[in-house]
């Protein structure tokens, strides 16, 4: 049985209060010390996707966002794979970072690799082209918080767990043509593990976009180039994000000369 076959029950109970911090214990998959792991509905996977964006875990409001998106679709008579589906699609990279995201996916060309006008597309009428993940598919928090890559998820044993088993299904079924997007270092650490285990190739990798989090606004206004490398603070490294960029747009356009 699946977990959301597992939690669905609940998931459809009006009884059943969604709320807590930072998820409602019946959803509690694993602790490891000060780490939690809990259920929430971000396993269906797009076979059929050309590109998979992958974040680090999701945060408590994408994890709510799902949890209250699946209640609402099974509530309303959808099968669950139906449910399951729109709960990831309506959950995955929501809020202000979706915004951050798609202006820097379309600034190095992703969406001209894809034949879109934007990848904003990828959102809306273009879902069926992307695949929404994250390095860990549940969300994770430390001390009750969002888990934002400290300490390092090929750490813990439970963290490294949920890579080799869930994150590593999702690559091999999304086969040996998918590229992907891993957003910040420390995701791309991961699949850098994940390359060295024969998963997917290097051309498959589009990695160095900086995480599209808000925390992330200077670093992300210099590589979008709207802030000149003169008023940057020291915590950026504008040499860094330079060599990242030049390299993104030339891994996207060798894969545009190969189609």
Not at 116 to 132: E, G, K
Not at 221 to 242: A, C, M, Q
């Amino acid at each position: 049985m699946s977990y959301f076959e597992k939690f669905s029950p609940l998931l459809a109970d009006t009884a059943f209060n969604l709320a807590g911090r930072p998820l409602p214990q019946d959803f509690l998959l694993a602790s490891e010390g000060n780490l939690e792991t809990f259920y929430a509905p971000f396993d269906y996977i797009n076979t059929e996707a050309r590109i998979t964006i992958c974040g680090i875990t999701p945060g408590y409001q994408q994890a709510m966002n799902a949890l209250n998106e699946a209640r609402k679709q099974l509530q309303a008579g959808a099968s669950l794979e139906e449910a399951k589906r729109r709960a990831k699609e309506t959950a995955s990279f929501s809020g202000p970072m979706r915004s951050n995201l798609i202006a820097m996916l379309d600034h190095i060309g992703l969406h001209q690799l894809v034949g879109i006008n934007s990848c904003a597309r990828l959102f809306d009428t273009h879902q069926h082209l992307v695949h929404y993940t994250s390095a860990l598919r549940y969300p994770v928090f430390v001390d009750g918080e969002n888990y934002s890559g400290s300490p390092a998820m090929l750490s813990r044993s439970s963290l490294r767990q949920q890579i080799d088993t869930h994150l590593a299904e999702e690559v091999r079924a999304l086969g040996k043509t998918c590229i992907y997007v891993p957003l910040g270092p420390k995701v791309a650490e991961v699949f850098q593990r994940l390359q060295n285990n024969g998963l997917l190739r290097p051309e498959q990798l589009l990695d160095g976009l900086p995480h599209p989090s808000g925390a992330n606004a200077e670093r992300i206004s210099y590589f979008l180039g709207t802030k000149s490398r003169e008023s940057l603070s020291i915590k950026t490294n504008p040499s860094v994000l330079d060599n990242a960029k030049a390299q993104l747009r030339g891994k996207i356009n060798k894969l545009k000369a190969m189609e």
